[in-house]
């Protein structure tokens, strides 16, 4: 499943890192991870399109599970506006293979 972030934040602007920051919110409040989804095709990087991915495993989890998820992320685009811009810190000898830091907004 894929959410199209610039429909859920429409107002933000890239530099405040809205996957990420949306990634973070769901982590946080129902432990739900998620991944910035597959390099965007030419006609999505047109439109401006930024997917974050939810993998489910097949036959790992209960319609209950789904319920959950499906809770969460409704409560997060009701509660879009408490949800905070984040900022990258940069490490000078970070490799490009380790994760990002973030600090909030």
Known sequence: M???V???FPEWKGQD???EALAAFLYQRAGIR???GPPPAPSQMARGVELLRLA???R????GHLDDVAEALLYAH????EIKGLRRIEAPNRSKYEPAHFSSL
């Open 2 to 4: 894929f959410v199209d």
């Open 6 to 8: 610039k429909t859920f």
């Open 17 to 19: 890192f809205p996957a």
């Open 34 to 36: 998620v991944t910035k």
């Open 56 to 58: 489910l495993p097949a």
């Open 60 to 63: 790992k989890y209960l319609h």
């Open 78 to 81: 009701q509660h879009r506006h």
